[in-house]
Nanobody, 121 residues
Framework: QVQLVESGGGLVQPGGSLRLSCAASGNIFSTVVMGWYRQAPGKQRELVATITSGGTTNYADSVKGRFTISRDNAKNTVYLLMNSLKPEDTAVYYC???????????????WGQGTQVTVSS
C-alpha cells in the first residue's frame, strides 16, 4: 500500500555529516508524522527524531543540537541531517511514516528497509 525508499547512509569519519532521505509513495491521503529510528547491534530500536505535518519536531536527547529533521509535504519526503557524528551514532537507521490511507481513510504506519550509518575513523 505504501512504499518507503531510503537513501543517504554510508561510512563517515567522526565529526562528519550525512543526510538521510526517505520518500513515501503509494496509497497516501496524507502523512501525519514522519520520523527516523535507529537500531545498533545488540540494542533495541530507538527514536531518533520525528516531525509532524505542521512541522513540530521531537528529538532524542542524544542527538539534540546535532541532528535536524525536516520534511517536504508535497513530496512526502522526510530528511535527517546528521552533523558532528560520533561512533555511537553507528546503527541501521529506519524511516517510519504515519499516514492516512487514501480511499479507506484509515491511519496506519509503515517502515523503510533501513540504511546503514557507520561512524568510524
Amino acid at each position: 500500500q505504501v512504499q518507503l525508499v531510503e537513501s543517504g547512509g554510508g561510512l563517515v569519519q567522526p565529526g562528519g555529516s550525512l543526510r538521510l532521505s526517505c520518500a513515501a509513495s503509494g496509497n497516501i491521503f496524507s502523512t501525519v508524522v514522519m520520523g527516523w529510528y535507529r537500531q545498533a547491534p545488540g540494542k533495541q530500536r530507538e527514536l531518533v527524531a520525528t516531525i509532524t505535518s505542521g512541522g513540530t519536531t521531537n528529538y532524542a536527547d542524544s542527538v539534540k543540537g546535532r541532528f535536524t529533521i525536516s520534511r517536504d509535504n508535497a513530496k512526502n519526503t522526510v530528511y535527517l541531517l546528521m552533523n558532528s557524528l560520533k561512533p555511537e551514532d553507528t546503527a541501521v537507521y529506519y524511516c517510519n511514516v504515519d499516514v492516512i490511507l487514501a480511499v479507506t481513510i484509515i491511519r496506519d504506519d509503515f517502515w523503510g528497509q533501513g540504511t546503514q550509518v557507520t561512524v568510524s575513523s
